[in-house]
Every structure is written in C-alpha cells, then in structure tokens.
C-alpha cells in the first residue's frame, strides 16, 4: 500500500514542513498589525451557534494540507520525485499567504485533498476509502455550500471515467449513498432555516446574478432596437448565449498562466507575489502538454475545482482558487519529472533555467515581502488593515 | 502553380474581404481620429507645399501635437490624395486597400508554408472576416500597413533560406525595413526578430554566407535614415513617452515612484513578465482586445469566440507539425508580443497587427484539424451534432460582429473617436465671417470634460486651411501659465472661461455643454448643438453678441 512508503521520506517532510511555517511567520511578522476578520463557517448558518475560523485551525489544516499532499505525492511519483509536489505547495506564496492570513480556504483545500485521497483508496481499501470519502463530504457540505455541488460533481464524473467495471460498480453503490446523504443535508438545512440558505446562495453563486451583465444586455438590446435590428439582437444578445460566452471564457481565463504565475490577480488584493513563482511556468506547460499527449482523462476531474472560482463575481476569484492548485501542482511535477527523463540537452537548459528563476525569484519575494508589501497592504486596505476574504 | 478554381474562390474572398473593409469606410467608425487627421493635414501640407506643417522639406519624421509621426503612411496618403481628392475616403483609402490585399497575400504565404490550396483558402477566409483586421483596416492605422509589410518581409527570410536566391534577402530586407518606416510597434519589432532569428539560425545564415551579407547590408543602408531621425530628430521621443517604466500601476503600487537601489530593477522585470503573459488572456483575444464598446461589456477580440476551439487545437497541432520554417514562426510569436509589452499601457490590439499571420495560421492549423476529427466520427448523428453546433456557433458570432460595427461601436465609442469634431468645423465655417475671433474648448465629453482633443487639427484639415499660410503664420502659445493655450489667424484653442470669453463682444465659441451656463441661460446666444451618433449633444456653438 502506498501510504507506507511515507515512511522513507519522513525526516524530510518535517524539514520541509518546518521551513515552509517559519515562510509563514516571516510573513505575518513583515506584515504585522494586519488582522484578519474571523470567518464563519456555513454550519453556522443553520445552527444557530457562530463557528468561527480560528489560526490554530487554520495552521493545523495547513499542516494537514502538507501532509496531504506529500501522501499524494508518494502514490503519484513515488518512483521520481515523491517529494516534488510537496516543494511546489510548501515554497508557493499562494500557500504561505494563506496560512498566514488565516484564510478559510486552507481548510476547505484540505477538504478537496482528503477527498481526492479517498478517491486514490478505493482501490485499494475500500473501508477506509468509504470512510475517508464520506467524512470529507459531510465536513465539506457543513462548512461551505460550494462543496455541496464540487464534490458530488467530481464524484459523478469520477464514476463516468471509470472504466474498471467492479470499481464502477463499487462507485455506483456509494454514489447513491453519497448522493443521498448530500440531498437529506440541503433538506435539513432548507428546513432549519430557509433564508440564511438563500442568501448564502445569493452570495456565493453570485456570477449568474451579475447586474452589470444583466446591464450589459438590457444597453446592447436598447440600443439594436432603437436601430431596427430587433430580431438579429433577439438571437445574440441574450442572458444565454452572452452568458455561455462569459462562463466559458471566464473558465479558459482561469487557466491562463498569468493567474498562476503573475501577479495578475492579486492575492488579498494588494500583494505583488505571484501565487505561483515564476520558474514553474515551464514544467506546468510541459506537463500540461504531456497530459494532453498521454490522455490523462482524469485531469477534467480538475476542471470541477475551477467551479467555486467561476461562481464568483469576480472574472477570476484568487483566493477560491486555491482549490485548483493540486491539479497545478500535478502538472508541474508531472512536467518536472517528464522534463528530467529526457536526455536531450535543450530540455536540461529548460530544468536549470527554471531552477534559476524559482531561486531568483524566491530570494526576491523575500526581499519584496521585507521592504514593500506592507505598504501595499496599507494602501489598499488603509487604516482598517483587516482583511475580510471572500 | 495556382488552380484555375482555387484563384477564382481566393479572387471571390478577396473581394468578400474587400467588401468588409471598403463598405461605408468614411462613415463607420463615424470621425476621423486625432492621429488621421495629423495624417491628413500633414499629407495634404506636403501634397500643396512639398513640407509638412512644421515647414519640414519632405520630412523623414512627421512632428505631430505631443509626438512624431512615421513617414511613410503621410506620403501614402498623398497617393491617395491625388488620386480621390482630399476626403475622409482618401485618409483611409489606404488602410481599406491594404487590408484587403492581406487577406490575397496571405493565401500565398499559407501556401507556401503548407503547400496545400485548401488550407491557405481557409486562412484567407479567416483573415478576410476577421473583425480584427476589418477594424483596423477601417480608419488610417499604420501598424495594419507595418504588418502587412512584416509579413512579406519574413516570407522573403523564409524563401532566402529555402531558395538561396538573392533577389529575396533584397526583399526581405527592403520590406522589414519599410515595416520599420510604417509603425512604431513594428519598428522594434523588427531588430528583435531579426536578432532572435540570427542567433537560433545561425547555422543556416552561415551556410548561404553571400544572402545573408546582402541582406544585412540592404537591411543596415536603408535603415541608416531612420537611425539618424530616430536619434537626432526626436523620432524615439514617443519610445520614451510610452516605456513600460512610466507605467502608472507599476509606479504607484509597485515601486510606490521610488526605486531603493539597482537590485529594485527587478520589480520591472517581473511586472513586465507580467504584461507579457497578459496577452494570453481569453478575455482579451476573444471579447475585448478590439474595445469598439465599453469597457465593461463584451465585444470583439482578436478572434471570434468560435475561432478558441480552432487557436487551442491549433497549438496542439503546431507542437507536432514538421516544417523548417516551424522556428521562424515560433521566434515571430515570441519576439511579436515583446513590442507592446513593454509600452506602459494595457493590451493593445493594434500593437499585436504584425502578429495576424502566425495566429492566423494557427487558427487554420486547428480548423483544419478540427474538421478531420469531426469528420472522422463514424457515428452519423453525432457528426451532424457537432456541425450543427458549430455552424450555429459561427453564424452567432458574425451576427453579434455585425451588430458591434453597426450599432454599438457608434454609440459607444463615437465619443473617442472624437465624433462631432467635422460637423464644428462646418458649422464655424458657416458662421466665422460675422465674428472676430473663434474661441475653441479643447475639453469634450458627455459624461465630464475628460477628454482632450486637437480641434486645430480638424479645423486646418476640414477648412483645407492654405499649408504655405499655416506654415509661415504667427502662432501663438499658452499666454496664460495654468492652462494651455494656442491660436493662429482668428482661432484660439484652450480652456473657455465663459465669464472671461463671454466679455468678448464679437466672438464665436465652440466647447461642450460643460464649458457653458445652462441652455436657458444662453438663449438666443447658443447658434447650434452638434449631437453624437448616440443621440447626445456633444458641442455647442455659442455666440457672445
């Protein structure tokens, strides 16, 4: 079983996992005074009783998260680099700020890990996997309404993709059990308190009610009316074809590699780090391709954490996002490992150019973090220097 | 060898492409911009005079307001003046005409790439509807000129290469250089592109020592002029204004305006990074890159929405597709994006103009491929299915392209194009015999006076004021410190103060609604309101007496 073949690489994962928290009070030192307004959790919502975020939770997840992800690690390159993907998490901004920001969204994170491990046992043991696979469902559904579509979506197309058929039959029983326990929980929590749930839907699927789309529309209709083209703007210029345009190309700009190798959307904001720095932009695209190439059906599972993201109002939601970083961190190992295999010279130029620029732009976002970012932060936020994540 | 029928479909999509372009040019977009009526004027001066309105002897740089103009498409359009007269046709007569001819070229550039008639068709089909280069075709813009002459001139490097015949590294060089002459963008295009390709071709340059020196030679003593106006006349001085350095996000929320020392030059570095990642936004390539709308709605891109599919099959297609000149169109990407990304504004479609081919191919590449998938379905339905939801797709998109150039472009953005500037000019023509001065306020817009224009310009082009008369007359600048100010003959342009200008007893005032009281308070005083497309009143003409 590949859980214990962990055992190899322990020592290493607790260096790893001490440097990556001493990132972590690096940052929150530079950026003291910088408080973050507890968030609830949506159980709170239906019980009545107000359960708060707190940062020992926050860095108990985080080191859940850590593990996760070198666990993962192990099953996914054990042969290779089984402690890649942990690197690419541990030393990326978009984690450690996160963690220090106290952002609800490393739990939620460690929910879509456990999932996705329950997912990775239920070859090989299918007790645990059923139990792994159950509590994150229940713990996700209870502490945020996305999961209540993600994870039983990327449950659905996970059985869709399965083509062993005793898996298939085995994924089909748990399904409906799944299925079942999602639908008693929505009822519930319908029946304990109908408009919480309303507008916590309001808030969080927010990019369908847009008003400047809607906006968008009624100006575009107005004005082909007005000059006699009624029926052709009847056809274009409607919620649902404009829409569809939006939602897709909402989805393709979240792929972009500017979201995760720049600061093109800025975390909390204000920052000028890049989630993710800069020298993973070229295993990411080789793996990428090299996924392409192998037909890894099972990278479209991924497609399904882009969902939190693309319900925002937000074009790109950076922080809901987070949620997609193991598919990103797949690829670039994957990239990494693919581009290490090689023996061709060019592809070696390519493994220390990207080493080069990580390095270089490591060093230089601890640099940024020491000088500027506070003043950034005080600029964006001014003199509340709380933030309030959503 | 061509195929009597491949010519005569390329000839019906020329024409098609032409149709696009031509079609009501000189009324859609609806007024000339501030950069063509520099042209025309500058055009028009040297047509009459021989120099252009500075008094410049067939200048290699035209100095324009704030900036310096390319050469080449001012004498182009002296052509065109000569030929059709001195109109708001003959101004984009030539950027019609060239887009047009990009779309027959481009068939033989595809071709030559590929060596198949069917794919350079669909290419030039692509091109000959792309809203893209219809836009960009439809008002005097010199990057569209540039492009097409980049295009040329690295299809003569590629036949250099190939062929090793020395009329094409003439060629080639003669045509990046002009590319050079045309647009800024291209003219740093160009050296990047040709370093880049001397160091990843070097090998190849080397074996045909005798083109390759030719080349370098023809592309060093044309350039010369350039060089010496670039350094000498003030032609870089546009270079400097737009550098990515001065670039407001970059100076207030990157560096906060001050850098701590050398190792703070990194910031650029990455923030240029960032712009050049940018220009992968789908936001931008498909809905927003061509802002023919406002900013917050969806309109045009590069390419249509339907194209994505074709653009992301495209480069998985072109990773596994073998041809020798494969580099060559991957340095011209990669080297393409550079220009605009280090100017100190966003995206810029226009900019990315030298960049049509390869994309284009690209797209085609994935079309092409595309069509084999789906064809390849035995399955009769799903077949029909897909054919039908593209089909649909498609028609959609030229349907909603269609409704952005006739409708909202105009009501949206007739503004920015400085629409109502032509019909003042008329209107003060018609009136400036019974007054002693004209007062213009250069301030305009519906929403606040934010905008600035240049109604000299407009005034000069649209009056066919005498170039030999503007050039020798007394000009006067800024009389006053906190405001600009300029004026020749009777016109004064700047800032009205209508307590101060209303004291004048015999004057004619041009200005927005902002620069005045209220239309009661004006009564018979206000002569006429000139409207935008849109319905609101975008200037009135106002008299003190």
């Known amino acids: ?390 | 060898m061509i195929k009597k029928n491949t010519l005569l479909i390329l000839i019906i999509i020329t024409l098609f492409g032409g149709f696009l372009r031509f079609y009501k040019v000189d009324k859609n977009p609806t007024s000339l911009t501030g950069d063509e009526i520099s042209f025309g004027y500058a055009a028009y001066s040297i047509l009459e005079t021989g120099r252009d309105e500075s008094g410049r002897f067939l200048p290699l740089v035209i100095q324009s307001i704030g900036d310096y103009k390319n050469p080449l498409p001012a004498y182009l359009m002296v052509l065109s003046f000569k030929i059709f007269g001195v109109s708001d046709f003959a101004i984009r007569f030539q950027n019609a005409l060239f887009g047009t001819l990009f779309v027959f070229f481009f068939f033989f550039f595809l071709k030559y790439l590929t060596g198949k008639d069917n794919f350079a068709l669909l290419g030039s089909l692509f091109l000959s509807i792309s809203p893209w280069n219809i836009f960009y075709s439809r008002f005097a813009y010199e990057p569209l000129i540039a492009s097409f002459f980049s295009m040329l001139g690295i299809w003569f490097f590629m036949k250099m290469l190939d062929d090793r015949k020395l009329r094409f590294s003439f060629l080639s060089a003669l045509f990046m250089v002009l590319t050079m002459y045309t647009g800024f963008a291209q003219r740093l295009f160009i050296p990047i592109f040709v370093f880049a390709i001397s160091v990843f071709k070097i090998k190849e340059l080397l074996k045909s020592k005798k083109q390759t020196s030719l080349f370098i030679l023809t592309f060093l003593f044309l350039s010369l002029p350039l060089v010496y106006v670039s350094l000498f006349q003030g032609a870089s001085t546009r270079f400097k204004m737009v550098f990515i350095a001065n670039d407001i996000n970059y100076v207030r929320y990157v560096i906060f305006g001050y850098l701590n020392g050398l190792v703070d030059y990194i910031y650029l570095f990455f923030f240029w990074i960032k712009r050049y990642l940018n220009y992968l936004q789908p936001f931008f390539i498909f809905s927003n890159a061509l802002q023919m709308v406002l900013p917050s709605n969806m309109g045009l891109g590069l390419l249509y929405p339907f194209e994505a599919l074709f653009l992301g099959f495209g480069i998985f297609e072109f990773v596994k597709w073998k041809n020798r000149n494969k580099d060559i169109l991957l340095i011209w990407l990669f080297t393409g994006i550079i220009p605009d990304s280090i100017t100190n504004n966003e995206q810029h479609a226009g900019r990315l103009l030298h960049l049509t081919p390869v994309i284009f191919f690209l797209t085609t590449l994935g079309a092409f491929s595309f069509i084999k998938w789906v064809f390849s379905f035995k399955n009769r339905l799903l077949r029909f299915s897909f054919v039908f939801i593209f089909s649909s797709l498609f028609i959609l998109n030229l349907v909603f392209a269609f409704l952005v150039f006739r409708v909202h472009f105009p009501y949206q953005k007739s503004e920015s194009f400085d629409e109502g500037l032509r019909e003042v000019v008329y209107a003060v023509l018609k009136y400036q015999d019974k007054y002693d001065k004209v007062i213009f306020d250069i301030r305009r817009g519906v929403d606040g006076p934010y905008m600035v224009s240049n109604p000299h310009m407009y005034l000069l082009f649209y009056s066919k004021y005498d170039p030999e008369r503007y050039q020798t007359i007394e000009k006067i600048r800024d009389i006053y410190q906190d405001e600009p100010y300029f004026s020749f003959d009777k016109y004064a342009f700047g800032y009205i103060n209508w307590y101060r200008d209303s004291l004048n007893k015999n004057a004619l005032l041009v200005g927005s609604p902002w620069s005045f009281p209220e239309e009661k308070v004006l009564g018979d005083k206000l002569l006429e309101k000139i409207y935008l497309s849109n319905g609101k009143v975008a200037f009135y003409i106002v008299s003190t007496r």
């Open chain 1, 1 to 390: 079983m590949f859980l214990l073949r962990i055992n190899k690489h322990l020592s290493n994962f607790f260096l790893i996992v001490v440097l990556h928290f001493l990132l972590v009070y690096f940052l929150s030192k530079h950026l003291s005074g910088v408080s973050i307004l507890p968030d609830k959790f949506f159980i709170s919502t239906f019980l009545g009783k107000e359960f708060y975020i707190t940062k020992t939770f926050i860095y108990l997840s985080e080191f859940f998260n850590l593990f996760l992800i070198f666990v993962l690690g192990n099953y996914f390159f054990a042969d290779k680099n089984p402690l890649l993907p942990l690197l690419i998490y541990s030393f990326s901004p978009w984690s450690f700020y996160h963690t220090a920001f106290v952002s609800p969204y490393i739990f939620f994170l460690s929910i879509v890990l456990l999932f996705v491990l329950g997912i990775i046992l239920l070859k090989e043991n299918k007790g645990l996997s059923i139990f792994v696979i159950t509590f994150s469902l229940f713990l996700g559904i209870l502490t945020s309404l996305f999961f209540l579509f993600i994870l039983p979506l990327f449950w659905f197309l996970f059985y869709l993709l399965v083509e062993d058929k005793k898996l298939r039959s085995t994924v089909e029983k748990f399904l409906i059990f799944s299925l079942i326990l999602v639908f008693s929980l929505i009822v519930v929590t319908y029946l304990v308190n109908k408009e919480a749930v309303f507008s916590y839907f309001k808030n969080e699927l927010s990019a369908f009610g847009d008003p400047g789309f809607i906006n968008m529309i009624n100006t575009y209709r107005g004005e082909s009316v007005r000059e006699g083209f009624v029926f052709l703007s009847k056809i274009v210029e409607n919620k649902y074809i404009l829409g569809f345009e939006f939602i897709v190309l909402k989805l393709l700009q979240s792929l972009t590699p500017a979201t995760f190798f720049t600061s093109q959307e800025k975390m909390f904001g204000f920052s000028f780090s890049p989630p993710i720095f800069l020298g993973f932009l070229i295993p990411f695209v080789y793996g990428l391709y090299k996924s392409f190439i192998s037909r890894n059906k099972y990278l479209i599972l991924g497609l399904v954490l882009l969902l939190p993201s693309l319900m925002s109002l937000n074009l790109i939601n950076i922080d809901r996002l987070i949620l997609f970083f193991p598919v990103v961190i797949y690829l670039i190992s994957y990239g990494f490992s693919s581009l290490s295999d090689s023996k061709d010279l060019r592809f070696r130029f390519l493994i220390i150019l990207s080493l080069f620029i990580l390095i270089f732009q490591f060093l230089f976002t601890l640099y940024d973090i020491r000088t500027k970012e506070k003043e950034r932060f005080i600029r964006y936020y001014g003199s509340v220097q709380e933030v309030k994540i959503r």
